[in-house]
């Protein structure tokens, strides 16, 4: 797979690429973009009683390798969440992953769920920032409602999900990157997150990822 393969959208002069890891590519900045991570999920609710299987983590740090490989960035934008909740083991297994790309500039806007002692964002080489501004695009992990901004708003937070219908009534949730009037939405790449249904409007775009795949969906789905 190449870029001349995945699908583009240009918003304010960027062009951006969509890649089936649910990461997203901004050719013009050279910045491969991260949403909702979750790095620590799986040993939070292990810790809470509940077993989840720490393959999640490792699953994560599989498609970071493969979509950093594949696109060679400057720089790395976490879109919020990097982090699940406090500071576990999974949290330093992620500084040691960050430390083999020493020579990407690492960047992290703040989410919700970021909420670790600043020192911890500092040893993971992550420059952090509450929003993003730049080329005419604003990045932040939840977005307002309206955007009523100058700039185009692209965010995470909510791991947004279109419901597909098919003819003989099966219907199939699949998570999707989104583009409206002047926001979108980008997809949660972390593993064991969960989605939310969104229901885009006639004029929306919206691909869905399927199968290794990120396909633009029919505005009648």
Same mark, same amino acid.
């Given at each position: 797979?190449n ?9 304010e ?8 890891s649910?990461a997203?590519?901004?050719e013009?900045?050279?910045? #491969?973009v991260?949403?909702?991570?979750? =790095?620590? @999920?799986?040993? !939070?609710f292990r810790?809470? %009683?509940?077993?989840?299987? &720490? ?6 740090f ?9 696109f ?5 934008l ?6 699940h ?20 500039e690492k960047? #992290? ?5 970021? =909420?670790? @002692?600043?020192? !911890?964002?500092?040893?993971? %080489?992550?420059?952090?920032? &509450? ?8 990045w ?12 185009f ?10 419901l ?13 990157f ?15 997150t969960?989605?939310y ?8 775009r ?8 990120v396909i633009?969906?029919?505005?009648k789905t």
């Amino acid at each position: 797979m190449n870029n001349s393969k995945l699908p583009i959208i240009t918003i304010e002069g960027n062009d951006l690429v969509l890649h089936p890891s649910k990461a997203l590519y901004n050719e013009t900045t050279s910045t #491969l973009v991260v949403s909702d991570l979750h =790095i620590g @999920k799986s040993a !939070h609710f292990r810790k809470n %009683g509940i077993a989840i299987p &720490s393959l999640a983590n490792k699953n994560n740090f599989w498609k970071l390798v493969e979509v950093i490989e594949f696109f060679r960035p400057k720089r790395i934008l976490f879109l919020g969440d990097v982090a699940h909740s406090h500071h576990n083991h999974e949290w330093d297994d992620f500084v040691d992953f960050l430390q083999q790309y020493q020579s990407i500039e690492k960047l #992290l806007v703040l989410g919700n769920h970021d =909420i670790m @002692k600043a020192e !911890h964002y500092i040893q993971a %080489g992550l420059n952090v920032h &509450s929003e993003l501004n730049e080329l005419g695009i604003c990045w932040m992990h939840e977005a307002p409602e309206d955007n009523e901004r100058a700039e185009f708003v692209i965010s995470g937070h909510i791991h947004p999900s279109v419901l597909l219908k098919g003819a003989a009534g099966q219907k199939l949730n699949l998570p999707c990157f989104y583009f409206g009037e002047r926001k979108g939405l980008v997809p949660a790449f972390g593993e064991f997150t969960g989605t939310y249904k969104i229901k885009p409007k006639a004029d929306d775009r919206v691909w869905v990822i399927a199968e290794n795949k990120v396909i633009e969906v029919s505005k009648k789905t």
